[in-house]
Every structure is written in C-alpha cells, then in structure tokens.
C-alpha cells in the first residue's frame, strides 16, 4: 500500500486540514499519516482561534513517522509560524521523501491570515523549492509572486515566475475567478491547461486541501503531475456535486461520495446464547 504523509493543521469541524487531508487520503485507497502544526478552533463560519504545536513536538511527529512509516508522498498544508518551517525544513532534508507537495495556506476562507510575514519569506527562501509541486490560489499566487492575477494570461505568468524562483512544478487555481473554473499548470518549461464546468456549489470549505491531497496519492503511486492533477480534480468535482450541505456557513464538501458500500468480506457466525449456565439467568 502506498502512504501519503500530511503535515498541516487541524480543523475540529473535519471540512478542511488534516481531516480533509485524511478523508481523502484514506478513499483513494492509499494509507494517511499526520503530524499536526497547529490546532484550530473553527467551523464553517469561520475560525476563531488558532494554538500553534511547540517546534519540538513537531519534530518528535515527523521522526515517528518517517522512522517507522516513510511516506511515498508528503502534502504540506497549514504552516503560521517561522519556527515550525524551519523544523519542517530541516527535517525534509533529513529523511528527503520524493514528492512534495505544497499547498501554501495563507488565509482561510473566511478571511482570517494563518502565515506570519517572516514565515512567508522562509516559505518562499527555503520551503518551496523543496516541492514537486506548488498549489497556490489566485490570492496566494499574487502574494508570492508580487503580480497582479486577474486572467488566464496573468495564472500563466504567476505560475512560470514561481516555477523560475522554486524550479517546482506550480499549479495556479482559477477557482476564485468568476469565469470557468480552470488551473494553469506551468512544468518542464510547458503550460497545461485543466478546465471543467464551474458548479452551483456554495459549499467550498476545505477545496484546497483536498485537491492537493488527492493529487499528492497519484503521485506517490508514479503518476505524472499532469494526470495527477487531472484525477485530483475529477475527485474535487465529484466531491463539489454530491452537494453536502452542513453547517451555517461555508460548508464542507462530500469526501466520501464515490465510497462503495461492499459490506462485510469476512463472514461473523452469530449464536444466540438463551441460558448463562453459570447463573442460570434467562435472556429475554
């Protein structure tokens, strides 16, 4: 079985962070492991508190698994603080696991910045050229290239000058353009483009996590980054139709709308015991 370790923050409400992570790790049928950064207090409204794990736990979590259970991939999601990143970075240079993948959480949906300014200079000095591949959002792609993204043309400069400073892969999501809702990747010195129907959705909680996930299973099981993207975002577009709708406010999405239910492979023989022979007591 292939593993895919996460290293992100933690989302009590299970739309968003290691437990979307986790989600959808586990029905891609691969094996999830996690080490958590920070502790959230949020929901679909928004979140509310934030307690970042102290650096030397983290580091403690990291050595756990890649001693025990070395990853085929690592997706990389919510990081707030400078001390943490650097335990990250030095740790990735330790073990060196293939197929990094990083999703550069900046601000929640709800509006709430989760990356101090220095941790964003040690990401983009230190963190991002460590990655296979880079899944930032307009926002963030504006943020860490210092341009202005508003059309396609723009997702393509964006993605090629973070390829230029990082030599990773990157993926620019066009989610929060009004138009369609296609990503630019820039790879190998090539554009790709992914396009599919925007839906009615108004549930997005956790789309960023989750297309990142999913892309870092295909790549731990030896698909390109190119249809590793394709099929990650099939999976998010499944996951976007099914329509979950819980919570007041921007709901999560339906990890688990492709899972089968098989039933139990391993036949359990039941007996009805009607006596205790040691108490002589009846059941009813």
Same mark, same amino acid.
């Given at each position: 079985?292939? $593993?895919?370790?996460?290293?992100?923050?933690?989302?009590?409400?299970?739309?968003?962070?290691?437990?979307?992570?986790?989600?959808?790790?586990? =029905?891609?049928?691969?094996?999830?492991?996690?080490?958590?950064? #920070?502790?959230?207090?949020?929901?679909?409204?928004?979140?509310?508190?934030? #307690?970042? =794990?102290?650096?030397?736990?983290?580091? @403690?979590?990291?050595?756990?698994?890649?001693? !025990?259970?070395?990853?085929?991939?690592?997706?990389?999601?919510?990081? #707030?603080?400078?001390?943490?990143?650097?335990?990250?970075?030095?740790?990735?240079?330790?073990? +060196?696991?293939?197929?990094?993948?990083?999703?550069? =959480?900046?601000?929640?949906? #709800?509006?709430?910045?989760? *990356?101090?300014? +220095?941790?964003? $200079?040690?990401?983009?000095?230190?963190?991002?050229?460590?990655?296979?591949?880079?899944?930032?959002?307009?926002?963030?792609?504006?943020?860490?290239?210092?341009?202005?993204?508003?059309?396609?043309?723009?997702?393509?400069?964006?993605? $090629?000058?973070?390829?230029?400073?990082?030599?990773? @892969?990157? *993926?620019?999501?066009?989610?929060? +353009?009004?138009? !369609?809702?296609?990503?630019? *990747?820039? +790879?190998?010195?090539?554009?790709? /483009?992914?396009?599919?129907? /925007?839906?009615?959705?108004?549930?997005?909680?956790?789309?960023?996590?989750?297309?990142?996930? @999913?892309?870092?299973?295909?790549?731990?099981?030896?698909?390109?980054?190119?249809?590793?993207?394709? /099929?990650?975002?099939?999976?998010?577009?499944?996951?976007?139709?099914? $329509?979950?709708? *819980?919570?007041?406010?921007?709901?999560?999405?339906?990890?688990?709308?492709?899972?089968?239910?098989?039933?139990?492979?391993?036949?359990?023989?039941? !007996?009805?015991?009607?006596?205790?022979?040691?108490?002589?007591?009846?059941?009813?």
């Amino acid at each position: 079985m292939k $593993k895919v370790l996460t290293i992100a923050g933690s989302d009590p409400s299970g739309g968003a962070g290691i437990q979307a992570d986790i989600k959808t790790i586990t =029905v891609h049928g691969l094996y999830a492991s996690a080490v958590i950064t #920070s502790l959230t207090a949020q929901n679909t409204t928004g979140v509310y508190a934030i #307690s970042d =794990v102290e650096p030397d736990f983290i580091a @403690a979590q990291l050595d756990c698994v890649f001693s !025990d259970i070395f990853p085929d991939a690592v997706k990389i999601g919510m990081v #707030s603080g400078e001390e943490i990143l650097e335990v990250i970075i030095h740790k990735l240079k330790q073990y +060196r696991p293939g197929n990094i993948v990083i999703d550069p =959480v900046m601000v929640s949906t #709800s509006g709430r910045e989760l *990356l101090s300014s +220095r941790a964003l $200079k040690l990401m983009e000095a230190k963190l991002l050229p460590m990655g296979t591949l880079i899944t930032p959002n307009i926002p963030e792609a504006e943020i860490l290239t210092g341009l202005s993204v508003k059309t396609e043309e723009d997702m393509k400069k964006a993605a $090629k000058e973070l390829t230029l400073r990082t030599g990773a @892969a990157v *993926l620019v999501k066009g989610g929060h +353009r009004e138009s !369609d809702a296609a990503d630019i *990747l820039f +790879r190998d010195g090539c554009f790709t /483009r992914f396009s599919s129907p /925007r839906i009615d959705n108004p549930n997005t909680h956790g789309t960023g996590c989750t297309l990142s996930s @999913a892309a870092a299973c295909h790549l731990a099981e030896g698909k390109s980054p190119e249809e590793s993207i394709k /099929r990650a975002k099939e999976y998010l577009n499944g996951a976007l139709k099914a $329509k979950l709708d *819980l919570g007041k406010g921007n709901g999560p999405l339906n990890h688990m709308y492709a899972v089968k239910q098989e039933g139990i492979k391993e036949e359990v023989k039941v !007996d009805k015991i009607k006596e205790c022979p040691e108490s002589g007591i009846q059941n009813k």
